[in-house]
């Protein structure tokens, strides 16, 4: 099986940097991805590391350690709008199914 | 390009109704995952269909739970009896297996009551 360890709270003013962290245990890793969800909403895709290293988009940024079991989000120049919560998710070899971690809630306050 | 279609958007039923979800997937998609999601609970996993079969079902909480996917354009979870305990929102999502990241995209979601 597999499981997923992130903060439940996060909090940052505008303008900030912020990281997320997630650490996980499984049986067998394909990828970590990350999706944003905000309140009474869906969850979006945000960013995939297979590799080891970061990945850039925009503000944002995934880094992922293989050897460690543990990744992390950036988010740079934080926004008001980017008051939401955040999953780390591990897919699974073979499927394409997808673990979540039970998420991380980003208040961004001005 | 229209996203994933759910419907109802809100479900709010008696304890011991029949309650059936539904769900259009992306066009070209060949896989569609049923989620739940509560607080207690998390984002879980019920089922994950690959070109309309059911490859992963081990997430469906008991017998009262069933899901089918009669084709590539249309999906259905059925929750009978309901209970209390499933007030939940529940997701689906759809995915291009195959592709590098096989990004799930999510539906807005049926947020269910049940009295």
């Known amino acids: 099986g597999q499981s997923l360890e992130q903060p439940s709270e996060v909090t940052a003013v505008e303008g900030a940097i912020v990281q997320i962290n997630c650490t996980y245990q499984?049986?067998?890793?394909?990828?970590l991805s990350w999706y944003q969800q905000h309140d009474g909403g869906a969850p979006t895709f945000l960013s995939y590391?297979?590799?080891?290293g970061l990945e850039e988009t925009g503000r944002f940024s995934s880094f992922l350690s293989r050897s460690d079991s543990y990744g992390y989000l950036l988010l740079q120049e934080l926004q008001m709008k980017d008051s939401a919560s955040y999953f780390c998710?591990?897919?699974?070899?073979?499927?394409?199914?997808?673990?979540f971690g039970k998420g991380t809630m980003l208040l961004v306050s001005p | 390009d229209a996203g994933v279609i759910q419907s109802p958007r809100h479900e709010v039923t008696e304890m011991g109704q029949e309650v059936t979800l539904r769900c259009k997937p992306i066009?070209?998609?060949?896989?569609l995952f049923w989620y739940r999601q509560t607080m207690m609970r998390g984002l879980e996993l019920l089922i994950y269909?690959?070109?309309?079969?059911?490859?992963?079902d081990s997430g469906m909480p008991e017998d009262r739970f069933s899901a089918k996917m009669p084709n590539a354009s249309f999906s259905t979870l059925k929750i009978q009896p309901s209970e209390p305990r499933d007030s939940a929102v529940y997701f689906c999502?759809?995915?291009?297996?195959?592709?590098?990241?096989?990004?799930?995209?999510f539906g807005p979601g049926t947020r269910l009551t049940v009295l």
């Open positions: 998710a591990v897919r699974d070899l073979g499927y394409s199914t997808l673990t």
């Open positions: 066009s070209g998609h060949n896989s």
């Open positions: 269909f690959n070109n309309n079969v059911p490859i992963d």
């Open positions: 999502a759809s995915s291009l297996k195959g592709v590098r990241t096989d990004t799930q995209y």
């Open positions: 499984t049986s067998g890793f394909y990828g």
């Open positions: 590391n297979a590799l080891d």
